[in-house]
């Protein structure tokens, strides 16, 4: 039964799951959900699966506009794969809330911990540490392809109850102030005007003004453009000058860049 995987990426982690995911499933299409976003998706696959980053603990903008115009066939089995730096929260529930509200059923979810990419917070962790975090997530996504090829159905991976109370609401206060996040981005006197961070943007949030970026307030936070800034110009506030980047290192810009909306390429 053929497989669609619709995925949602920054700096490559969602993108080298649904890669992996692909691999073992064997008859698996990979879709960014970045290149259907214009109206209802409609799909007839029989199997569709999710797989996206959490931000904030939970689902983001992207990922939760995608899901409200997703149309899936009334037999196909769902399920996702919520990509975290080891707090899944309540993301996968709220996924399933949203699902069962237009209808359809998220027949299972997993939570996959990976590197972090928020490096507001800290930067790359070492080499070491990131390399032991593929190994375990690609034995998990091994799991996971067994679970979808028997088209099990299992209640969605969720953290502990206190997370999900409190990172819930961390969640519900700060969504809305996403778009203007970018307020804290800024490019320093390396940025040589490439035009990268404008075309890596999955938000076409980023114009060059002056041959210098420009933010235009539909933020997502997925760092995509100060992870991928070739000369490390990009800084989010005050603290990101010394921070090590991180982008998962099996992934190319190319990669990326063939995952940006159309009028990007």
Not at 77 to 94: D, I, P, R
Not at 188 to 195: I, L, Q, S, T
Request: hydrophobic letters at 40%; a positive charge.
């Amino acid at each position: 039964m053929h497989t669609v995987l619709y995925f949602y990426t920054g700096t490559g982690n969602s993108l080298w799951t649904a890669k992996k995911l692909a691999s073992e499933l064997g008859d698996a299409h990979l879709v960014p959900m970045t290149q259907a976003d214009d109206g209802i998706v409609h799909s007839d696959a029989g199997c569709i699966g999710l797989i996206f980053p959490v931000h904030i603990w939970g689902l983001p903008h992207r990922v939760l506009g995608f899901v409200e115009r997703l149309e899936p066939a009334d037999s196909a089995y769902c399920f996702a794969v919520a990509v975290n730096a080891g707090q899944v929260a309540a993301t996968l529930l709220q996924l399933e809330e949203v699902m069962k509200e237009k209808g359809h059923t998220l027949s299972s979810g997993f939570s996959l911990c990976m590197p972090s990419n928020y490096i507001p917070w800290g930067g790359a962790p070492p080499v070491e540490k990131q390399e032991t975090l593929f190994g375990e997530a690609g034995r998990k996504i091994a799991d996971i392809a067994g679970v979808i090829k028997k088209r099990s159905r299992q209640a969605p991976e969720k953290g502990p109850w206190w997370q999900n109370v409190l990172f819930s609401w961390f969640y519900r206060m700060s969504f809305p102030r996403v778009p203007g996040m970018d307020k804290s981005f800024r490019a320093d006197a390396k940025c040589n005007g490439c035009g990268i961070c404008e075309k890596i943007c999955p938000a076409r949030n980023i114009s060059l003004e002056e041959s210098r970026p420009v933010w235009q307030h539909r933020c997502e936070q997925c760092l995509a453009c100060i992870q991928w800034c070739p000369q490390e110009a990009i800084q989010f506030g005050k603290g990101t000058e010394t921070k090590k980047r991180y982008r998962h290192p099996d992934i190319k810009l190319a990669d990326m860049l063939a995952c940006v909306p159309r009028e990007h390429q």
